[in-house]
């Protein structure tokens, strides 16, 4: 299988700034990310694909200018959550697709204050 | 409405149990993925089964896919307090490679 790495696992901010979040594939090359979040007893919910070299797709009702996706190389896909809310507060979870299967990271929690 | 549905939603069970937890899809199936999430934390997968009637086990667990009923249902035998935590079914329902995932069973082993 793939290792998948995210950083950070924790991230505690203020209201109104911006967080980074990186998905690395650590052991091979991925030219499809995709990043999930679950809330508190929920299940993930897909937000958007991320395509290496080109623009990230979102799923309906994901914002794309409050989720910035960047997939620069093969094997680092970035997350920005711009102009955090409380509400954004949840569990961002990156996955990476080898032939038929995904990989998932484990996960970044990110509270907004 | 929720693609796939898992049910029970949560589980409470006595340590030496057996127990089964269902995934019913409202679309075809072309194969699914079992993971075990501790809460807060990443995915670990437990089981892909792609054909119909297909049936896998490691260690405890057993994960039967029945393409005509578009169900799948994950089977623990004798739990011990390690199994607790959530389970979580995935499908690639439209073949687009994007996962969809069911709502989840919480699972709580009592020792």
């Known amino acids: 299988g793939a290792v998948v790495s995210q950083h950070p696992s924790r991230v505690i901010c203020k209201s109104g700034t911006s967080v980074k979040i990186e998905c690395r594939s650590l052991?091979?090359?991925?030219?499809?990310m995709f990043w999930y979040r679950q809330f508190p007893k929920q299940s993930l919910m897909l937000m958007a694909t991320?395509?290496?070299?080109?623009?990230?797709?979102?799923e309906q009702g994901v914002e794309k200018d409050k989720f910035l996706i960047n997939h620069a190389s093969l094997t680092l896909s970035t997350l920005t959550v711009t102009s955090a809310h409380p509400e954004d507060s949840s569990f961002y979870i990156c996955?990476?697709?080898?032939?038929?299967?995904?990989?998932f990271g484990p996960g970044t929690r990110l509270t907004v204050l | 409405s929720q693609e796939l549905e898992q049910s029970p939603q949560s589980l409470i069970v006595q340590e030496g149990k057996n127990l089964t937890i269902n995934c019913t899809s409202s679309k075809t199936l072309y194969g699914l993925y079992w993971y075990k999430q501790k809460y807060g934390e990443g995915l670990i997968f437990l089981m892909m089964?792609?054909?119909?009637?297909e049936e896998k086990s490691h260690e405890k667990i057993t994960a039967k896919l029945d393409e005509k009923k578009q169900q799948s249902s994950l089977h623990i035998t004798a739990s011990q307090p390690s199994h607790a935590g959530i389970y979580l079914c995935?499908?690639?329902?439209?073949?687009?490679?994007?996962?969809?995932f069911g709502t989840g069973t919480r699972l709580k082993v009592l020792a």
């Open positions: 996955s990476v697709q080898l032939y038929n299967e995904q990989f």
């Open positions: 089964l792609q054909k119909g009637g």
């Open positions: 995935g499908a690639d329902i439209q073949r687009t490679y994007k996962y969809i």
């Open positions: 991320s395509n290496e070299g080109s623009k990230a797709t979102y």
């Open positions: 052991d091979f090359q991925a030219t499809t």
